[in-house]
């Protein structure tokens, strides 16, 4: 949590950019913007939210608009706005809520990319009491929402939950899951109801069932070194019993232990899943790099056993029939 004043920060990094909006001043054009919101919860209950709001500067007119909208910025409003919103949701659910002046925060940037010239306003609090802890020591997400999360087309939410949670339930059904990252992830176009998303965390327990799961495919690889050493020991000994029966050695057939295929992986990891993952998911739990990732689920594409969809700048990979 920050401990300075309130602030905007106005970040441009180029002087040849700053030059460039200095000489328009002023533009009524509307800039198409793509909102990104993180909500990063904290074992607490409380949680860091990070909005993002990202336009492409393609012509002198985007880049003054964009210009506008950092000058029409402002802390006060924003203050407020937010002190409404936590205020309002502290009211419905009974629980104190806060949301501290010091861990307010605008940033304004303007930067190039492999695309071309893109600009970004974030914005970022600190909610305190925005999730309930239950007495049983679970996380409850939700009841403090009241629908103002709807994302348009190309929006995206990111709920990221503490280390040392689990994820037990969600509702509606997340678009995307990412162990590694903490992540559960929703895609625009989307309408939330009153108290969604609802997610509930649990505790997790350390144990012989928290190893199993961490290690599953170190653990499968060595069964499979274990079974094959086993057959290998059997069919030489049967081959001395056979040997000294005077019956061929090549009557014996060696035992054959086959490994998961490449496709196999994918199907397991998509149904386990839910029938559907990023790609970058998919790549990361399988280890794969992303070319060869690309290359496969092409692949399983043309076999009709998956199809892709884009959702923003993601891939989503989807199990046939889950659809």
Known sequence: MKTDAP????LVYSFIILSLFSSIAFCQDELSWNITTKIEIHPDGSATW???KKTMLKTESDKAAFLQNINLTSIDDFLNNVHSIVNDASMVTGRAMNAPEESLDITASVFNT??????????????????????NGKIKIGDALNGQLDLSRNDILIIQYPSDYIIEFVDPRQDDTSSSDRTITWYGPRNFGMGEPT????????????????NTFVIFGLVVLIISGLGSLWVFKLKGLK??????????KPLQVELEGEED???????????RLSQKTIAENCGFSKSK??????????????????????KIVILMGKE
């Open 199 to 214: 997610i509930i965390l649990g505790k997790k327990t350390s144990g012989i069932t928290d190893f199993l799961t961490s």
């Open 7 to 10: 602030k905007v920060k106005l």
């Open 265 to 275: 992986k994918v199907i397991n990891l998509l149904k386990a899943a839910g029938g």
């Open 50 to 52: 990070i909005t993002q």
């Open 243 to 252: 040997t000294k029966q005077n019956v061929k050695v090549g009557e014996i």
């Open 293 to 314: 990732t690309s290359e496969l689920l092409t692949g399983m594409e043309g076999k009709g056993i998956i199809t892709r969809k884009k959702k923003g700048r993601e």
């Open 114 to 135: 492999t695309t071309g010239l893109e600009g970004l306003i974030q914005y970022q609090f600190d909610w305190i009491g925005f999730a309930k802890e239950t007495e």
